[in-house]
């Protein structure tokens, strides 16, 4: 996807060794699992796999920080430029020219209907860090915390994703931006806090098949996001994108483990479902479309 270079004024930030805070280069940053499961949902779901669970451990109270240490994000020690962050690798380039693109993209659909729309921010760190919602790891995959309204990503999930879920090309590598900015679109509009209700319910099935729906129209809005962005699509793009959708349905990564699937346990959607649901954003380009809360998915 030939996407414009990133703006500056989108919010970036990166953890930052030294002091193990958080520093950023931007302005002002805009169902019942156990936090034992952390790394293996993380590892196995990829794609947004932990913001769910981060989002239910944030409203009981204290997120991960409260289970496992860590708490909110730390005092800012020093910080470097969003251009001197984004231009760090390759890979944080990518993801920052997709991020400042989504940003753009849906701030302009917000002013269209009249809504208020607020930045998220965009996290870079290596292994291991800190965010709003607790302790963050590799192994979690890129996920969007609610708590402080931030995308956290370990840019060696690229590396994951092409080599061992199949998904390659740039698209791919732009649907995860755009899948955990959908989040974001999510928590402005009030949807994670009702998902967040029946999660509380303690209904782990209904918890579960809630995160189903969260999850697919978080994979719509990418699709929204592409569709806006058509004319700087490149031939195959939209297939790289629906080879990713694939690669991480709940039925692909659970027979990939050699479990029979178990639709009660899914939190993010089979691969038909995850590809039907970018697809409709692709197609339509209108977030309307994309309410996966009413009806069958």
């Known amino acids: 996807m030939r996407l414009d270079d990133f703006d500056s004024n989108i919010n970036v930030g990166e953890e930052e060794n030294r002091g193990g805070g958080l520093g950023f280069g931007g302005g002002g940053g805009g169902g019942g699992l156990l ?9 196995r779901f990829g794609i947004g796999g932990i913001a ?7 409203v009981f109270g204290g997120g991960l920080g409260g289970l496992g240490g860590g708490g909110g994000a730390p005092a800012t020690t020093e910080h470097r430029s ?4 984004c231009r760090e690798s390759e890979a944080h380039h990518a993801a920052c020219n997709a991020f400042s693109s989504a940003d753009k993209t849906w701030a302009a659909l917000f002013q269209q209907q009249g809504q208020a729309f607020r930045q998220p921010g965009l996290i870079f760190y290596t292994r291991s860090g800190q965010s709003g919602c607790g302790a963050a790891q590799s192994a979690m995959g890129p996920f969007y915390c609610p708590s402080d309204a931030r995308i956290y ?3 060696s999930f690229f590396d994951e994703l ?7 090309g740039d698209f791919a590598q732009d649907y995860v931006i755009a899948h955990e900015f959908g989040h974001h679109i999510q928590n402005l509009l009030g949807v994670s806090d009702k998902v967040a209700q029946v999660q509380r319910s303690g209904d782990e099935t209904q918890g579960n098949a809630a995160s189903v729906r969260l999850e697919l129209q978080a994979d719509c809005y990418a699709g929204v996001w592409a569709a806006r962005n058509r004319d700087r699509m490149d031939p195959g793009d939209a297939q790289e994108g629906l080879t990713a ?3 991480i349905g709940d039925d692909t990564l659970q027979e990939e483990a050699g479990r029979h699937p178990m639709p009660d346990s899914f939190t993010h959607g089979t691969s038909a479902q995850r590809m039907h649901w970018l697809k409709v954003g692709l197609d339509s ?8 809360f009413s009806g069958a998915i």
């Open 35 to 43: 936090f034992g499961l952390l790394p293996l949902i993380g590892s």
């Open 52 to 58: 769910v669970v981060l989002l239910l451990l944030a």
């Open 162 to 168: 092409q080599n061992k879920f199949g998904a390659k």
């Open 82 to 85: 969003v251009s001197d962050v």
């Open 245 to 247: 959708a694939h690669a």
């Open 285 to 292: 380009g209108d977030p309307a479309r994309c309410d996966t």
């Open 153 to 155: 990503l370990d840019t």
